[in-house]
């Protein structure tokens, strides 16, 4: 194998690692740059300095001049710095980890493979989600309280709850079903890959996009008045009242809902399609032969042979809706019966500075996904069993 | 059933058994290009209204555009270069880019360490760490955001792109972790042992052996946290917030509705200035895309 003849003894084992430690020094001066908040226009005045060009430098410390340039600079050196930085990190301390001896090096080199993401995993998600879960349960001054959950058995809570169970199984169950549907259907016509990608494509925008979009297709405008949204020019080309689809409790909510099922069917789709062109011919032509209809080979046979795909799309898609937040913000802000947890929670500690209330919409929304959590852990030892 | 008859049944690699022969059945046909046309629909709609006359956008629906379309004077850029100068949305832009990159690369590439580490190197307390990945898996963002909010307003990290980078890179590494950790646990052990009977390091083994291999997932991968980091509305306005020096495109979005609610001719183009990339991303590495979101969902 190749990788034998590369390796060389000597002093050129010290070469690695030392270029490693000069390219660390200039990664730590890059992150200084980037901590400091004028970092880049400071960075670019000296520069300017050091050429001559006074004014330009003056300008720039003054927060005018070549902005641009500044921050393009800027994000120059974060792409320096974090990929080649990292890079840098974990070769220079492989480096030197391997210079010691066997029994040393076979302890600690796992630890500099896996440690920097176990820290950034402990301090951005373990150590957060203890702190809220505690937070949940204590008043503003630090006293033990069930206050913060409590309050969820108020009317306007119980809404948002009622809410997001609607969003958890509409939005689940329609882009399930509509996945599957498509799937089926899409694999038996020509020119299925462009099908499939116009079903696709949304996955690619974001949920405040797809919110422009959407909100363009609910546009009202007063009765009388030209209806420029597409809804509402078919309901008023139908000879109805034009209605203010996201304004108007409870249809408001299926109408945030649809984006979503917009959004996801397509991702729902690909995953099924996939195991669908898995399912064996024996099976399906088995089933044929015992003179099954095209429909109940669908329903009776490969449904239940995607159950596996279908229970991990289910739970993805799940977690995505009882999460959900951008649409509700930026349709409405959940200010028309239409509120969710997780919207609410960002109004709480952001609006309110009620973070009692707030860690406990989140400790909410984190019960809800612990059965996933299971399904995952399960699922996983099963495999981790197998192989 | 003997092994060359079973051959001759099996499917051919991409053809599905499902699909006996193509189905000339025109109602079938015509719902699945109805399903497209309604799909695609609602984005069609935002760009024509987008290259609209803003005067005209108020008055008439945009499909009465399309009856006409070579009346050249309806169709116009100005709405681009509004919201793109006075809009914020050219500065937001180049945020943008500043924010995804590095959110894309550095995650990724500690995330490869950590899942060679967990696939091929055994430590003490590997199973039970690999455990806690798989389970922080779907631990949603809303648990981190107060605490973590605390410590940058404590750091001066509120508000800087090094804030977001390492925040990204925190919530990106579970999904990371967890899908290269398949890809590389799945590479042959002749391989491996192979390498270290030659003598290789692991450092060695990693550069030269598991990551040439691992580059279709890798792909796969940046191509999701691509699209998570560049559309993200909820980090980006907790960590980076509303500065028109730092705001990134979603959050801009998010104001011009604010600010100019009714402006179709803003929001529009706006709109389709935040989904460019993606989209074109999307279109170029849609195979490998793909390819990642089957590799991780249909093997269970």
């Known amino acids: ?387 | 059933m003997t092994a060359p008859a079973k051959a001759v049944d099996t499917p051919k690699a991409g053809v599905s058994a499902w699909r006996p022969g193509f189905i000339r059945s025109v109602p079938l046909r015509l719902s699945v290009f109805f399903i497209c046309f309604l799909w695609t629909l609602p984005t069609l709609g935002l760009l024509v209204t987008s290259v609209r006359d803003p005067k005209n956008i108020t008055t008439s629906g945009w499909w009465t555009a399309l009856l006409h379309p070579f009346e050249a004077n309806q169709w116009t850029l100005s709405n681009y270069q509004t919201v793109l100068a006075s809009g914020g949305m050219g500065d937001a832009f180049i945020n943008s880019l500043i924010v995804t990159i590095p959110s894309v690369a550095i995650p990724i590439t500690i995330a490869a360490f950590a899942a060679y580490a967990f696939a091929w190197i055994p430590f003490r307390g590997r199973g039970i760490l690999f455990t806690i990945v798989v389970a922080l898996l779907v631990v949603p963002i809303q648990m981190s955001l107060i605490p973590i909010l605390q410590i940058y307003s404590a750091g001066n990290l509120y508000g800087s792109f090094l804030g977001i980078w390492l925040a990204h890179t925190g919530f990106g590494l579970p999904l990371a972790i967890f899908l290269l950790y398949n890809f590389i646990s799945q590479l042959p052990r002749d391989l491996f042992e192979s390498a270290s009977i030659d003598g290789a390091t692991h450092l060695q083994t990693f550069t030269r052996i598991v990551l040439p291999l691992s580059i279709p997932a890798l792909g796969a991968i940046a191509i999701f946290q691509f699209l998570w980091v560049w559309n993200d509305l909820l980090v980006a306005l907790v960590f980076l917030g509303p500065g028109a020096d730092v705001r990134v495109l979603p959050t801009a979005l998010f104001q011009l509705i604010g600010s100019r609610g009714g402006s179709w001719h803003l929001l529009t183009a706006g709109a389709f200035i935040t989904m460019v990339v993606p989209l074109v991303v999307f279109l170029l590495l849609q195979r490998a895309f793909v390819r990642g979101i089957t590799a991780g969902s249909v093997k269970s």
Request: aromatic share 10%; glycine share 10%.
């Open chain 1, 1 to 387: 194998m190749a990788v034998a003849q590369t390796e060389r003894p000597g002093l050129s084992r010290f070469v690695l690692p030392i270029a490693g430690l000069i390219g660390l020094a200039v990664c730590v001066a890059g992150v200084l740059v980037l901590y400091d908040p004028h970092g880049g226009p400071n960075l670019l005045a000296s520069i300017y300095e050091a050429l001559g060009n006074i004014s330009g430098a003056t300008d720039l410390r003054n927060g005018s001049g070549d902005q641009v340039v500044a921050k393009l600079l800027l994000a120059a050196i974060a792409l320096l710095v974090g990929v080649g930085g990292i890079w840098l990190l974990f070769i220079c301390v492989g480096g030197l980890v391997s210079l010691l001896p066997p029994k040393w090096r076979d302890r600690i080199l796992p630890w500099v493979f896996a440690g920097p993401a176990l820290v950034l995993l402990a301090v951005f998600l373990v150590y957060p989600a203890a702190g809220t879960i505690l937070r949940s349960f204590q008043d503003d001054h630090g006293q033990w309280t069930l206050a913060n959950f409590a309050v969820m058995t108020q009317p306007d809570f119980t809404q948002i709850l009622r809410n997001n169970a609607i969003w958890l199984i509409v939005g689940t169950g329609g882009s399930v079903t509509l996945g599957l549907i498509f799937a089926g259907l899409f694999d038996r016509v020509r020119r299925e890959s462009l099908a499939k990608t116009l079903v696709f494509l949304p996955l690619a925008i974001s949920l405040v996009g797809a919110s422009v979009i959407w909100g363009f297709v609910y546009a009202w405008q007063p009765a009388g008045e030209p209806q420029i949204g597409l809804l509402n020019a078919v309901v008023v080309g139908l000879g109805g009242q034009p209605i203010p689809w996201l304004s108007t409790s409870p249809i408001n909510v299926f109408c945030e809902i649809i984006i979503m099922i917009w959004l996801q069917t397509g991702f729902a789709m690909v995953v099924f399609s996939a195991a669908i062109k898995g399912v064996s011919s024996e099976v399906l032509e088995a089933a044929r032969l015992d003179g099954a209809s095209e429909r109940q080979l669908f329903v009776r046979v490969i449904v239940p042979m995607i159950r596996g795909s279908i229970i991990t799309v289910s739970t993805t898609i799940a977690i995505v809706t009882l999460k959900i937040f951008d649409i509700v913000y930026v349709t409405t802000g959940g200010r028309f019966d239409d509120d969710v947890v997780a919207n609410r929670m960002f109004h709480e500690v952001f609006q309110f500075f009620n973070d009692g209330r707030g860690a406990a919409l989140a400790t909410l929304l984190f019960v809800a996904v612990l059965p996933v959590m299971y399904i995952n852990l399960r699922n996983f030892k099963r495999q981790q069993g197998e192989g």
